[in-house]
């Protein structure tokens, strides 16, 4: 059974960091593309940043230069570091991984940015 595990979440003041991990177990099959998504209370679950196989990277125009996605392919994880938080970053962050196309999602770990 795939599993994902998200860690790394807490509480921060505005203008500190944060790095989360994502590890995947539970697959013989490396993961393809990773993201990490923000969900605040009330609101949608938006995508904050993406990862492929090779590198290849995006994110939102609210984190560009403040948040940084990662992958280790050897430990089949993902990682989200995040700089200069902001009280609006305030979240449920969490992560998804396609594995042979079909798409696993983490439990979610709380991100609390306080001003």
């Known amino acids: 059974q795939v599993q994902l595990v998200e860690s790394g979440g807490g509480l921060v003041q505005a203008g500190g960091s944060l790095r989360l991990s994502c590890a995947v177990s539970?697959?013989?099959?490396?993961?393809?593309?990773m993201d990490w998504y923000q969900q605040a209370p009330g609101k949608q679950r938006d995508l904050v940043a993406t990862?492929?196989?090779?590198?290849?990277?995006y994110y939102a125009d609210s984190v560009k230069g403040r948040f940084t996605i990662s992958r280790d392919n050897s430990k089949n994880t993902v990682y989200l570091q995040m700089s200069n938080l902001k009280p609006e970053d305030t979240a449920v962050y969490y992560c998804?991984?396609?594995?042979?196309?079909?798409?696993?999602w983490g439990q979610g770990t709380q991100v609390t940015v306080a001003s």
């Open positions: 998804r991984a396609f594995i042979r196309t079909k798409p696993y």
């Open positions: 539970g697959s013989i099959f490396a993961a393809d593309t």
């Open positions: 990862i492929t196989r090779d590198g290849s990277t």
